[in-house]
């Protein structure tokens, strides 16, 4: 992790400070617009799934298209059925068909836009709620300064971290959370990462 960001947060937050100087993550590479779709699709096949079981699904995904070359006019070409075929739900083949469909009558625009917009903009897909919208802002678009109060494994390392005897309330949360501006998403790493420990 960059040094102006260890330094914010030593300022900031020595508990998260002390935290991060116990953990190792590889940069996040932006991914470039024409592969919002693929990554959107991966999101959504992901949803309430282990990482283990999502990568399975994924994979199966991939091998529907010639050259594993996932596009919004190829997923259009295969029935739910097919789509079913892979281990995905009937609702999760109807929601990546929903969103091949908006996303070739561009009625979701994403580039250049701040970060609610990108959700607003995300959410009019079936099957697209708030958590799936903020990792993409996180990890397809690279934003900096995201933080999903929606995510279970992110309320738990605050729990343990900050000693909360329940689940921390998003207001709690908010407190601590703030604190971390303009880096929130390196926090949410940080404490993603920390459950592995």
Not at 57 to 69: H, N, Y
Not at 96 to 116: C, F, G, Y
Request: with cysteine; charged share 30%; glycine share 6%.
């Amino acid at each position: 992790m960059q040094k102006h960001i260890l330094a914010h947060f030593r300022a900031v937050d020595p508990v998260l400070f002390s935290l991060a100087q116990t953990i190792t993550f590889e940069e996040h590479p932006i991914r470039s617009p024409d592969l919002y779709f693929v990554s959107l699709c991966s999101e959504i096949i992901g949803q309430q799934l282990s990482g283990r079981v999502a990568d399975v699904l994924f994979e199966r995904f991939e091998k529907l298209f010639s050259r594993r070359r996932v596009t919004p006019r190829g997923v259009l070409r295969l029935s739910e059925e097919t789509l079913r075929g892979t281990g995905m739900s009937w609702s999760k083949a109807r929601f990546i068909r929903d969103l091949a469909q908006k996303v070739l009558s561009k009625s979701i625009q994403l580039a250049q836009l701040p970060d609610q917009d990108v959700i607003k903009e995300l959410t009019k897909v079936k099957g697209i709620g708030p958590w799936t919208a903020e990792m993409f802002l996180m990890f397809t678009l690279g934003r900096e300064d995201v933080f999903s109060y929606g995510d279970l494994g992110l309320r738990k390392a605050m729990k343990k971290l900050y000693g909360f005897k329940k689940d921390p309330t998003v207001r709690q949360m908010e407190r601590i959370v703030n604190k971390w501006k303009p880096y929130r998403t390196f926090a949410a790493r940080i404490l993603w990462k920390s459950l592995e420990l």
